[in-house]
């Protein structure tokens, strides 16, 4: 494994300090019982946003990524896309910011986006991709306007298989031809937990988990 490097490391104990990365067994859509779950909405509860702005954003640069605008998918995509879109125009480098509506408006500006008009190279913003449901409605709806999306950013991997043998971000990634990043991934949850004292525990079901479900 690669070293952590320190906008992953951030990211991880912000998680941890916020509950938004819990242990323990928890059941999944897939029905499986996973030794970890991850739900960034606990992150809103007193989580030092700055830092996980920071944490996108520092992702965003590691890896090159070029974009015109920002896109968040409702609901976690629209505080995840302002907070983002917050510390890129504190870095002196501003940037337009779409997200959507679940239904609808048919008064007032009416239509279906909230924000700047959705154009040019698009990167879409999320927590997580499990089964794809809101990359899917996202990328339709960056289309059927003036946006090309040009990539997707979500804070973890959890490097598992979908339905096949490959992942829902390689999966999603395969789709739509476009590069799918993520702050962390799960070998960076098990690189952290090794290099700690107190999740001895954790870390065994979590690599077994792996052994059994993960992709490469």
């Known amino acids: 494994m690669s070293e952590l490097k320190d906008f992953q490391k951030t990211f991880i104990e912000l998680a941890l300090q916020s509950n938004a990365l819990e242990f323990g067994k928890f059941k999944l859509k897939s029905g ?18 700055f830092k996980l702005a920071n944490c996108y954003v520092d992702a965003i640069n590691d890896a090159r990524m070029e974009f015109d605008c920002l896109y968040g998918p409702a609901y976690k995509g629209i505080f995840l896309g302002s907070i983002v879109a917050t510390v890129l125009s504190q870095r002196g480098n501003p940037c337009p910011l779409s997200f959507n509506r679940k239904e609808i408006k048919d008064h007032g500006e009416g239509g279906i986006i909230i924000g700047a008009p959705v154009r040019g190279r698009v990167l879409i913003i999320d927590d997580v ?22 990539g997707i950013i979500v804070a973890i991997d959890r490097q598992e298989k979908g339905a096949g043998d490959i992942s829902a ?34 870390l065994k079901f979590i690599k077994e988990y792996r052994k059994e479900y993960g992709v490469n």
């Not at 499986?32 to 946003?49: E, I, Q, T, V, W």
């Not at 991709?129 to 040009?150: K, L, P, Q, Y």
């Open 129 to 150: 991709i499990s089964a794809g449901t809101s990359i899917n409605e996202a990328v339709s709806i960056i289309n059927s306007h003036d946006g090309d999306a040009c």
């Open 32 to 49: 499986r019982d996973s030794p970890y779950f991850f739900n960034a909405a606990k992150m809103l509860n007193g989580c030092d946003l």
């Open 169 to 202: 971000i390689q999966d999603v990634s395969n789709k739509f031809n476009i590069p799918t990043l993520s702050i962390i991934t799960l070998d960076n949850i098990i690189e952290y937990l090794a290099s700690q004292n107190t999740f001895k525990n954790e």
